[in-house]
């Protein structure tokens, strides 16, 4: 949001400083340009009120951009580490979507899908790292879909230790529960 607010107070400073400066000098335009060009997709998607702006590719390009931040429980700041939840929750609390934080609360959250109807950016829900305990402990997103099957981006504390991109595939697919779409 920070990015956002810069280039806007610029803005203003020049265009309010009276009529004598009715032209950005040339030097601050091109920084002006840098800045607006360099904006974050889901900020600006993030301030509409609808999220149907919001497209699977954007959300998924700000995720991939959390590749290999460590894995931290009960966090969810990229400066620090993600758990889980932490990581699906900032992704989408960043293009505006109120989402839980907790994995639990991810199985109330949005629209059940079957997996077969389930798209790039839906939430897996998964159990906790024991398949046959049948009590949620896991969240990630749907990364991609393809003639390989899904994989999912997710902040594994597994042996990536961090926000790595696996796929739905024997151990995950053991502890698979449900898809839900929020998009």
Same mark, same amino acid.
């Given at each position: ?8 107070? +610029? +803005? ?17 335009? =091109? ?5 607006? %060009?360099?904006?974050?997709? =889901?900020?600006?998607d993030a301030d509409k009120s609808n999220h149907s702006g919001t497209s699977s590719t954007s959300l998924i390009d700000f995720a991939k951009s959390m590749l ?5 429980? %009960? ?6 580490? @993600? /758990? ?20 639990? =609360? ?19 829900? +998964? ?20 003639? /390989? ?10 042996? %990536? ?14 502890? @698979? ?7």
């Amino acid at each position: 949001m920070k990015k956002i607010i810069v280039p806007i107070l +610029f +803005f203003i400073l020049f265009t309010t400083t009276g009529k004598s400066q009715t032209i950005i000098p040339a030097q601050y335009q =091109e920084v002006i340009k840098k800045l607006v %060009a360099n904006l974050p997709k =889901e900020v600006k998607d993030a301030d509409k009120s609808n999220h149907s702006g919001t497209s699977s590719t954007s959300l998924i390009d700000f995720a991939k951009s959390m590749l290999g931040i460590p894995y931290r429980y %009960a966090t969810s700041n990229p400066k620090v580490g @993600f /758990d889980c939840s932490g990581f699906v929750s900032y992704v989408f609390s960043n293009f505006g979507f109120k989402v839980p934080r907790s994995s639990v =609360e991810f199985s109330s959250t949005g629209k059940e899908v079957s997996l077969d109807n389930a798209k790039v950016g839906d939430v897996l829900i +998964f159990t906790g790292s024991n398949p046959r305990v049948r009590r949620i402990g896991h969240v990630g997103i749907i990364y991609s879909i393809d003639g /390989d099957g899904i994989k999912f981006i997710h902040a594994s504390s597994g042996k %990536a230790h961090g926000v790595t991109i696996t796929s739905l595939d024997g151990y995950y697919k053991s502890r @698979f529960i449900k898809a839900v779409t929020i998009l």
